[in-house]
């Protein structure tokens, strides 16, 4: 079936140490998306792609890279100047102007 | 800038009472779509309904309806006769239409938690 994958769906992560989200779709999708959800503070965007090897910032991107090597995958990679990482990450794509988007599970990050 | 803000952050109804999330947004662009998503436990968001910024033509599923008016800037969302499988967060959404070729921004409010109570 056609979707969205993210894994881990819990990752435990040290202080000062980078760990990548992954984020892998077989719907075909051009755009793909990343966001941080916290209590109360509902879904922000942390960086977003329309095309292989391009992306833009969202409101949030301090402390995380991304990359699009190839169409079906948009890892993200929360660094060590992340400062409270502690979230729910999810990750979503979409095909076209005005259309909805579909997401992944999500992945559930932890410091400890 | 383009923002969403849901006010109502927590709302708790009893079973088969009518219910109404509110959502206001704010964008300068002349084209845009709004969006609907229901997040239940599990965490994945679900598609409810899309509307774009011309169609304010207001719409029915079911015991789902939603009343968009552009002159308010707001797009709600009433669910009838609420049942306790509606108990979930849900989202009000906004991208605009780019005006170059480009990647489209999706927004998102706040996200109200409905409680619906047997």
């Known amino acids: 079936d056609g979707g969205i994958t993210q894994s881990p769906k819990y990752l435990f992560r040290k202080e000062g140490q980078n760990v990548t989200l992954s984020c892998e779709q077989n719907l075909n999708h051009d755009a793909m998306y990343w966001y941080r959800q916290d209590p109360g503070q509902g879904l922000r965007l942390i960086y977003y792609s329309q095309i292989v090897n391009d992306f833009q910032k969202g409101d949030i991107a301090e402390g995380y890279s991304v990359s699009r090597e190839k169409k079906e995958s948009f890892p993200l990679t929360v660094t060590s100047a992340q400062k409270n990482p502690t979230a729910f990450y999810l990750c979503a794509s979409k095909q076209g102007l005005g259309t909805e988007a579909f997401f992944g599970q999500g992945t559930r990050l932890t410091v400890v | 800038a383009q923002k969403v803000t849901q006010a109502q952050t927590e709302i708790s109804v009893v079973e088969k009472e009518d219910v109404t999330l509110d959502c206001v947004y704010e964008?300068?662009?002349?084209?845009?779509?709004l969006f609907w998503y229901k997040q239940p436990p599990s965490g994945e968001l679900v598609f409810l309904i899309r509307?774009?910024?011309?169609?304010?033509q207001n719409e029915i599923s079911g015991r789902y309806s939603w009343n968009f008016q552009k002159s308010t800037s707001s797009f709600n969302f009433t669910i009838t006769a609420s049942q306790v499988v509606d108990s979930a967060v849900y989202f009000c959404?906004?991208?605009?239409?780019?005006?170059?070729?480009?990647?489209?921004?999706?927004?998102f409010g706040q996200g109200t938690r409905l409680t619906i109570n047997p």
């Open positions: 964008t300068r662009d002349t084209t845009y779509y």
């Open positions: 959404a906004l991208t605009p239409l780019p005006i170059i070729q480009g990647a489209q921004k999706l927004v």
């Open positions: 509307r774009n910024s011309f169609d304010e």
